[in-house]
C-alpha cells in the first residue's frame, strides 16, 4: 500500500470516527418503552413552552409557568411557586453594576423512600432572552427533565427525593438560583444538582462542569452515561471562563453535580430561529439520555457521591468514559517514555537514528504548532468578520463552511511540515511564507501576536528544514517535545494532560510496533493507519468542540499537532505525490475563504439581525427611531428614515448609535418618588409605567452612602461620591425602591430607561421585514427615558 494511499485512508478513517462521535442519536418515538427518554414525548412539552419568546416578567412567562405547574402536578409532584427577588451586584469598568428581577420558581418534589437523604435537584430554567421562543435555551432542559421524571415514576419510589427546580430568570442574571440556593427551605436537603442547558439548537449534549473534588461523581457518572462527551479538560476550561449557567449558583453554595448542555448551531443561540422547527430532535434525545441514566444512578443509590480528589479522565468511543486518579498519569506516562526510549534505542543500535535530524524533528514540530497557529490565525483575519457574537454571526450563518476551512487549514498543516522535512531544501521559502502570513494577520488592524506567532515559526522554520531529516530522528523529535509538554502539565495541571498523554501514548505503541517507521510491511502500515485514524478521530471530536465554544482558531492547531505524533510517517512522504496532498487542502480552503468573505451570508433559515428601537425622551419631548446594529442591515436603515445621526441615550445606551428622529407619541414614562427618612436614610422608588417588562437605572450620589439596598437587598453602588451605578431590574410592576444612609446632605441624579415589549401604539409602522432579515433580542420595542434629581 502506497504511503499516500495509506494517509488517505487513515484521514477518512478519523473524519468516519468522529462523526460517529459527534452525531446525535435517533430521537424516541412516543411509543417507546416506558421506562425510557423520548424525544418526541419530550419535544410535546418543548412546543409548548417555545410557543413564543418569554422573558421573565412577561405574560408568555406566565402562561408557561402555569403550564409547567398543571404537568407538574400530573407527574405528582406538588409544585409550589417560589416568588422572590433576587440581585447580583458587582463593580465593572469603573462603575457599579446590579442586575436583578422578581421571578418565580416553580419547585416540586418526587418523594423517596427515605425523606431524610440528601436529595438530588434537577434544575433548568423555563425563562427565555427577549425575542427568542428559546427551544433548546431552555424549553428542551425543562422537558427533559418532565420527561426523566416520567420514565422515574415506572421504576418505584426512588432511595432519596428528586427536587425539580424550574428556575425564573435565568437569562437576566441567574435571578432565580440565586433565590432558592439563598433562602428557600428545600435548598438544605439538596445534595447533588444535575442541570441542563444549551448554547445553540443541536449537537450532542456535553458534562462541562461538575464543581471541586469531583473524583466519586465522575466515577458514578462514567458507570452509567449513553455515548458521553465529557473530558477533565472541558471542565477545568470551563471552571476559567466568564461563562455562568445556574449551576454557578448551587456550586457556590458548595454543592457539586452535573452540568449538562448542548452546543451545535449556534446560530439559533438566543435568536428568534431558536423555534422547534429548527432544534435538533437527536439533540433532545441525548441531552435526555444523559439526565435519564445520571438521574437513576443517584436517585436509586445507597449513598451519593462524596468528595474525592479530582479526577483525569475524557470520552473514549461508543459508551467509554476512561477515568483515573491524577497520579495515575504518571504511570501513563511511564509507560509511553519507556516504549519511546526502547524504541529509541533499538534504532540507534541499527543505526537509523542521528541526533541532527531528532533536534530537526523538535524543531519542525514545533513549526508545525506556531506556523499551524499563524496561518489559522490568518484566515480569520482574511474572513473579514469581527469579534463578539453578533458580530461572528456571518460565520455562525455559514458553520460547516468555515469548520471545514479550519479543518483543511490546521490537516493542511499537519501533512506539510512531515514532508518538508523529509524533503528538506525548504528552510528559506517557509520561513518568508510564516512571516508574511504574520504579517498579513495586521490587514485589518494591528496584529502583534499574529506578527510574533509568524516570526517565531519563521525562524524555526530557517533553523530546521534545512538538509532533509530521515523519519526515525524526525518522529522521535516530535514524540520528544510533546513528552516534555506532557511532564510539564502532568507536573502543574495533571487533569489537563489527559489532552497530551493519551496521543503521545498511541504515538508511543506506533513507534515501537514500526519501530520508527523503519518497518515498511503491510502489517506496519496497517498498524499505524489503525493508530493514527483512532488517535485523529478521537482528538476530532475535541476539534470540534472547542471549535464550537471558542472564537480562538489560533489554539485549534493543538489537536493536529498532538495528531502528528501517530500520523508522522504517514505524511512524511517526500515525493510530489505526498506534497500534493496539503497543497491541495489549502487551494481549497483558500477557495472557501473567498466565499466566506464575498458571499451571500444571509437567507430565510439564517437571517441577518435587523434591530430598531422606538425612544421616546420625556425630558425633551423628542422620539428616535434607534439601532445599536454596527454596521446596520440595508433594512435597518431604511427603517430608520431621514435625518440619520449618532446620539446617545443613556441609561438605555451610553455610547452615541445610529438614530433618526421620528412622530412622537404618547408614551408614559417613570415617576420617581421618595426622600430622606425620619431615620436620615434616603428612599428613592422608581415606578415604571404600566406594561413596562425592563427597567434600567443609571443613578449617582454626590456624597458617599452606606447601608445601600435594592429592593431590600444588600448591593454594592454608590460607595464612591461622583461614581455612576448601572442598575437593570426585570418585572418590577410595583416599582423598584432603592435605599441608602448617606454622609451629609446631598442629591441623587437618576436616569432611568423603562423597556415595553412591542411597537408603540400610534407610532409609524416598521416597514416589512424580507426573509433573510429578523429582529434580536428587545428589537421592536418601545423605551422610555428621563432623568431627575432627588435632593436631601
Not at 466568564?242 to 449558583?249: E, H, K, L, R, Y
Not at 514524540?479 to 502539565?489: Q, R
Not at 445621526?645 to 407619541?665: C, G, N, Q
Amino acid at each position: 500500500m502506497g504511503r499516500v494511499v495509506a494517509l488517505v485512508v487513515a484521514l477518512a478513517g478519523a473524519l468516519l470516527l468522529a462523526w460517529q462521535e459527534s452525531r446525535t442519536p435517533p430521537a424516541l418515538s412516543i411509543s417507546a418503552p416506558a421506562d425510557v427518554f423520548s424525544a418526541d414525548r419530550a419535544l410535546v412539552d418543548v412546543a409548548q413552552i417555545a410557543r413564543a419568546p418569554h422573558p421573565t416578567g412577561s405574560a408568555e412567562n406566565r402562561r408557561v409557568r402555569d403550564y409547567l405547574i398543571g404537568r407538574m402536578t400530573a407527574l405528582g409532584l406538588t409544585p409550589t411557586v417560589h416568588a422572590a427577588s433576587s440581585v447580583l451586584s458587582e463593580p465593572w469598568g469603573g462603575d457599579d453594576y446590579a442586575f436583578g428581577g422578581d421571578v418565580e420558581n416553580i419547585v416540586g418534589v418526587l418523594p423517596g423512600r427515605d425523606r431524610s437523604a440528601p436529595a438530588i435537584a434537577l434544575m433548568a430554567h423555563y425563562d427565555s432572552v427577549p425575542g427568542s421562543p428559546g427551544a433548546a435555551d431552555d424549553a428542551t432542559g425543562v422537558a427533559a427533565i418532565l420527561e426523566t421524571i416520567r420514565a422515574l415514576r415506572t421504576q418505584g419510589p426512588p432511595a432519596r427525593d428528586i427536587i425539580v427546580l424550574i428556575t425564573d430568570g435565568e437569562e437576566a442574571g441567574l435571578l432565580g438560583a440565586k433565590a432558592f440556593f439563598a433562602e428557600h427551605p428545600l435548598r438544605k436537603r439538596v445534595g447533588m444538582v444535575i442541570n441542563l442547558e444549551a448554547r445553540g439548537n443541536g449537537g450532542r449534549a456535553a458534562m462541562f462542569q461538575t464543581g471541586p473534588d469531583n473524583g466519586e461523581i465522575i466515577s458514578a457518572f462514567a458507570s452509567s452515561a449513553t455515548r458521553p462527551v465529557s473530558n477533565s479538560l472541558a471542565v477545568f476550561l470551563y471552571e476559567n471562563m466568564p461563562n455562568d449557567t445556574d449551576f454557578t449558583i448551587s456550586k457556590e453554595a458548595g454543592i457539586g453535580g452535573l452540568n449538562f448542555a448542548f452546543i451545535g448551531r449556534q446560530f439559533d443561540y438566543h435568536s428568534p430561529t431558536a423555534t422547534v422547527a429548527n432544534l435538533d430532535r437527536g439533540s433532545v434525545q441525548h441531552i435526555g439520555d444523559q439526565a435519564l441514566a445520571a438521574t437513576r444512578t443517584l436517585a436509586y443509590a445507597d449513598r451519593l457521591p462524596g468528595k474525592a480528589p479530582d479526577k483525569v479522565y475524557s470520552q473514549a468511543f461508543g459508551d467509554v468514559i476512561l477515568a483515573y486518579p491524577a497520579w495515575g498519569g504518571w504511570i501513563l506516562l511511564a509507560a509511553a517514555l519507556g516504549l519511546i526510549a526502547w524504541t529509541a534505542v533499538r534504532a540507534r543500535k541499527a543505526g537509523e537514528l542521528a541526533l541532527p535530524d531528532t533536534l530537526r524533528g523538535v524543531g519542525a514540530s514545533l513549526t508545525l504548532l506556531t506556523g499551524g497557529a499563524v496561518l489559522l490565525r490568518l484566515v480569520r483575519r482574511l474572513v473579514g468578520v469581527d469579534e463578539g457574537y453578533v458580530a461572528f454571526r456571518p460565520l455562525l450563518a455559514q458553520w460547516t463552511l468555515w469548520e471545514t476551512v479550519l479543518a483543511l487549514v490546521a490537516v493542511g498543516v499537519l501533512l506539510l511540515i512531515p514532508v518538508l522535512l523529509a524533503r528538506g531544501g525548504a528552510r528559506v521559502r517557509l520561513a518568508v511564507a510564516f512571516v508574511l502570513a504574520g504579517a498579513l494577520c495586521s490587514v485589518a488592524g494591528w496584529d502583534p501576536i499574529g506578527l510574533g506567532l509568524g516570526v517565531a515559526a519563521g525562524v524555526l522554520a530557517f533553523t530546521s528544514f534545512g538538509r532533509p531529516a530521515a523519519l526515525p530522528g524526525a518522529w522521535l523529535g516530535a514524540l520528544a517535545i510533546a513528552a516534555v509538554v506532557a511532564i510539564g502539565l502532568q507536573i502543574a495541571l495533571p487533569t489537563v494532560t489527559v489532552l497530551v498523554a493519551w496521543p503521545l501514548a498511541a504515538g508511543a505503541l506506533a513507534a515501537a510496533v514500526t519501530r520508527l517507521g523503519s518497518r515498511k510491511g503491510a502489517g506496519s502500515t496497517v498498524a499505524l493507519i489503525v493508530v493514527a485514524a483512532a488517535a485523529g478521530g478521537w482528538l476530532a471530536v475535541y476539534f470540534d468542540g472547542v471549535a464550537q465554544g471558542l472564537d480562538l482558531p489560533d489554539i485549534l492547531i493543538l489537536f493536529p499537532w498532538l495528531a502528528a505524533l501517530a500520523a508522522w510517517p504517514l505524511a512524511a512522504d517526500p515525493s510530489r505525490r505526498g506534497l500534493s496532498v496539503p497543497l491541495l487542502m489549502f487551494a481549497v480552503a483558500a477557495v472557501l475563504v473567498v466565499l466566506l468573505r464575498f458571499g451571500g451570508h444571509w437567507t430565510e433559515r439564517h437571517p441577518q439581525t435587523a434591530t430598531v428601537l422606538h425612544v421616546s425622551d420625556s425630558t425633551t419631548g423628542q422620539a428616535w427611531r434607534v439601532t445599536q446594529d454596527d454596521p446596520p442591515a440595508a433594512w435597518t436603515l431604511k427603517a430608520l428614515g431621514a435625518g440619520l445621526t449618532e446620539k446617545a441615550f443613556p441609561p438605555l445606551v451610553r455610547r452615541p448609535v445610529a438614530a433618526a428622529p421620528t412622530r412622537a407619541v404618547p408614551l408614559p414614562s417613570a415617576t420617581v418618588e421618595g426622600g430622606r427618612q425620619a431615620d436620615g436614610s434616603v428612599r428613592v422608588t422608581v415606578r415604571p409605567p404600566v406594561g413596562a417588562r425592563v427597567l434600567i437605572l443609571d443613578v449617582k450620589s454626590d456624597v458617599k452612602a452606606t447601608q445601600t439596598r435594592i429592593q431590600d437587598h444588600d448591593a454594592a453602588m454608590l460607595a464612591k461620591p461622583g461614581r455612576w451605578t448601572r442598575v437593570r431590574w426585570v418585572s418590577a410592576p410595583d416599582g423598584l425602591t432603592l435605599a441608602f444612609r448617606p454622609a451629609g446632605p446631598g442629591k441623587l441624579e437618576i436616569r432611568h430607561a423603562a423597556i415595553t415589549d412591542g411597537w408603540p401604539a400610534g407610532a409609524e409602522p416598521l416597514p416589512a421585514r424580507p426573509a433573510n432579515t429578523m429582529p434580536f433580542d428587545q428589537s421592536d420595542s418601545a423605551v422610555t427615558i428621563g432623568a431627575t434629581t432627588v435632593a436631601w
